[in-house]
C-alpha cells in the first residue's frame, strides 16, 4: 500500500490522539484560555480523532465537520443530555424538556420544529426590532462613557434586552430568566455538566415560567414572538406547550449565552487587530467552539472508521480557524452557526444584533480597554465576564478607528 487512497480506515486504538491533545484537559485551570492552542494542535495532527479520555472521536478538520454538521448518520439525539438523580416527585425532568428541543431533533420531526421555530424568528420580526436595536445598543454604549465594564452590562444586556422585546418578556422577569439560562448552560452545555441542585432548580424554574408565558399568550395573545410561536406550533399540529416552552428555553438560552462572549472577545480582539468584520469575528471567536453527535451507523471519516453508538464533538471553532481567506468583494463563509438542516435557526438575529453593536463600536470609536479582563472558564461558550473600557467624548471617524465591513 503506498498512496493514502489503498490504507485501511483506522480505528479507535490507531486514532487515539494522546493525553496532552485531550479535550478533557480543558476541564480543568484555564482551559477556555487554552483552547485556541489545543485545537490547532489537533488540527495540525490530521482531521479525524479518537479521544480516549472522553471516549469521543473529535472532528476537526473543515470538510470533515462540514460532513458531521450535514450527513444524517451523525445525529444529535440523546438518551440522556443531563445528569444527576432523578427529578423528585412533581419537579421537571430536564432531560424530558432537553429532548424536546430542536437542537437535539433529527429528520423530518427536525425539519417540522424548525418551522415552527422560525416563526418566532421570521425575518419581518426581526428586522421589525433592528431601529429599536440600534437606539439600545446608543443607549447602552454612548460617547464619552467609562471607565465602564462592558462585559457586566453591555455585553450582558443588550443580548437580554432584545430577547426580552423579540418575545414579550417583563422587564422585571428578566433577573430570573438570566439566571435560568446561566444554568440550562450549566447542565447542557459543556465538557463538564453541573450537578449542582441549586442550578438544577434554577433551570426548572425558567422552564416553569415558559409554560407560564405560554398559558398567558393563550389567554391575551400580543404581537409578540411568544404568540407567533403558539399560534405556529398550534397550526402544525403534534406540538403541546410543553414542547413550546422546552423550545423557548431553547432560544433564551442560545441567544443569551452566545452572544455575549461573542461581543467581548470581538471587542478586546479589536484592541490589537482593529474592529474586524462581523463573519470574520464570528470565524475568529466561535461564540459555541463544539456540538456534539451520535454516529447511527458505520461511516468513514478522516480516515477513521466511526461505528454505530459512537460520541461525536464536532470542533466548530477548530474547522473555523483552519478556513482559507473569504475571496475579494465576498463575506467569509464560516461554520459557526453550524451547516446543513442544523445551522442555528437564530442566525440572522445573532447577525444583526452582531452588526448593530458593531456599528455602535464604529460609533464612539476608538474605545480603549483597562487593565486585564477576566476570562470565563466555559471551553464551549467562552466570554469575558469583568472588561473595562473607557469611550471618548471626542468621536473619530469609522476610517481612523479600522473598521471592517460587514
Known amino acids: 500500500m503506498t498512496s493514502l487512497e489503498t ?17 478533557y484537559s480543558l476541564t480543568t485551570g484555564n482551559g477556555a ?14 482531521p479525524v480523532h479518537w479521544d480516549p479520555y472522553v471516549a469521543a472521536w473529535l472532528i476537526c478538520g473543515v470538510a470533515e465537520v462540514t460532513t458531521a454538521l450535514a450527513d444524517d448518520r451523525f445525529s444529535s439525539y440523546r438518551s440522556a443530555y443531563t445528569q444527576g438523580e432523578s427529578p423528585a416527585d412533581g419537579e421537571v425532568d430536564l432531560n424530558a424538556v432537553a429532548a424536546r428541543m430542536l437542537l437535539l431533533k433529527d429528520g423530518e420531526e427536525h425539519l417540522r420544529l424548525k418551522r415552527v421555530v422560525q416563526a418566532v424568528l421570521s425575518p419581518r420580526r426581526v428586522k421589525a426590532l433592528e431601529p429599536w436595536m440600534r437606539e439600545l445598543a446608543a443607549e447602552l454604549l454612548p460617547a464619552g462613557s467609562g471607565p465602564m465594564d462592558f462585559a457586566g452590562t453591555v455585553a450582558r444586556d443588550f443580548p437580554l434586552q432584545v430577547l426580552a422585546k423579540l418575545l414579550g418578556i417583563p422587564a422585571g422577569d428578566l433577573p430570573m430568566v438570566l439566571a435560568g439560562s446561566d444554568a440550562m448552560t450549566e447542565i447542557v452545555g459543556g465538557l463538564n455538566p453541573t450537578l ?36 405556529a406550533a398550534d397550526a402544525a399540529g403534534g406540538f403541546g406547550d410543553e414542547d413550546i416552552a422546552a423550545n423557548l428555553v431553547m432560544l433564551i438560552a442560545s441567544g443569551h449565552q452566545t452572544l455575549p462572549g461573542f461581543l467581548t472577545l470581538s471587542l478586546q480582539d479589536s484592541f490589537e487587530n482593529g474592529l474586524r468584520s462581523v463573519p470574520e469575528a464570528m470565524a475568529h471567536v466561535t461564540p459555541s467552539r463544539f456540538v456534539g453527535r451520535v454516529v447511527t451507523e458505520q461511516v468513514e471519516l478522516g480516515g477513521c472508521l466511526l461505528e454505530p ?51 455602535q463600536f464604529a460609533a464612539v470609536c476608538p474605545v480603549s480597554g483597562h487593565g486585564t479582563p477576566t476570562l470565563n472558564t466555559d471551553v464551549n461558550l467562552p466570554a469575558l465576564t469583568s472588561q473595562l473600557i473607557e469611550l471618548p467624548e471626542h468621536v473619530q471617524t469609522s476610517e481612523d478607528c479600522n473598521r471592517g465591513n460587514h
Not at 7 to 23: M, V
Not at 33 to 46: K, M, S, T
Not at 326 to 333: I, S, T
Open 7 to 23: 490504507r485501511a480506515p483506522r480505528d479507535k486504538r490507531s486514532a487515539a490522539c494522546p493525553r496532552e491533545l485531550s479535550i
Open 33 to 46: 484560555g487554552r483552547a485556541r492552542e489545543l485545537f490547532q494542535a489537533l488540527a495540525d495532527r490530521g
Open 196 to 231: 449542582d441542585e441549586d442550578v438544577h432548580r434554577k433551570a426548572r424554574r425558567l422552564h416553569d415560567y415558559a409554560l407560564d408565558l405560554i398559558a398567558d399568550r393563550r389567554a391575551n395573545p400580543r404581537d409578540d414572538g411568544t404568540s407567533d410561536f403558539v399560534v
Open 309 to 359: 453508538g459512537d460520541a461525536v464533538v464536532v470542533l466548530l471553532a477548530s474547522a473555523n480557524w483552519s478556513l482559507p481567506p473569504a475571496e475579494p468583494g465576498k463575506p467569509l463563509r464560516h461554520l459557526a452557526f453550524g451547516h446543513g438542516r442544523h445551522r442555528c435557526a437564530g442566525a440572522a438575529m445573532a447577525e444583526l444584533e452582531a452588526a448593530v453593536m458593531f456599528d
